[in-house]
């Protein structure tokens, strides 16, 4: 419970100074709410339309997660693929880094128009702009392979099937770590993005088409949409984090039946 207090009481502390900072800094310039409303009117916004937030907190988190779970598999097993032949790498990889090089607001209006403004559309969005940091980083742990473990594991005739199982994955298990906790906040921008092009046309709206709707209208509800998404991304990269440390806590000790070494 100390070190639970410990943790958190730095970053509320710091949360209470900019309140007051952003509360004080409109009062004595005398900003305009369209420009900049007062916490206090963001956080009346947010609670006069709590239920549309929360419907859209749960499209959003639900959109996110899929692309992000969606990432993890293909992304592990596109780097599978690639440590197997270093042909394959040099042939498919820059297209790899093509998805984290093109501007996804550009691809975003493409997917839209080829797959429809529905929830796929926006967990497609998502999917893409989280694969990058999964493929990379998996990709050199697989690699990154002490040269002797590969000399021993021929020298007793494993196969590459062997190798790969037995070796390269469990290698890799920090390295895929250290993407998910990448891919898990890029997730939730990827969402936020695919919902301004694809959200206008659908029945329920995330978080994404709350922020582009209220612009021009509401400025406390596009500001209290805004703190609702930084919310959900750091809640995501939080418990993708918790459980990283969990996995790599185990992977580390073998008395927790984990890989000893790793």
Known sequence: MKRLVKAALPPAVLFVIVIAAWHYMVVGFGIKAFLLPKPIGVWNAAVENRSELLIAIGLTAGAALCGFVSSLLIGSLTACVFSQSKMIRSSCYPYAIFLQTVPIVAVAPLIVVW???????????????????????????MLAIDP????????????RWQLLWKLRLPHSVPFLVTGARTSSGMAVVGAIVGEFFAGIAADRHGLGYIIFAAKD?????????????????ITIFGVSTLIGSTVLSRWSDPKGGGHPGL
């Not at 797959?115 to 742990?141: D, H, M, Q, Y």
């Not at 002797?148 to 196969?159: H, I, K, N, T, V």
């Open 115 to 141: 797959f429809g403004a529905e929830f796929r559309s926006v967990v497609l969005v998502s999917f893409i702009i989280s694969l990058f940091p999964i493929v990379t980083n998996v990709t050199t742990g």
């Open 148 to 159: 002797d473990l590969l000399d021993l594991f021929r020298l007793y005739r494993a196969s």
């Open 217 to 233: 209208q509401n400025n406390a509800k596009m500001f209290a949409a805004v703190i609702a998404s930084t919310l959900l991304g």
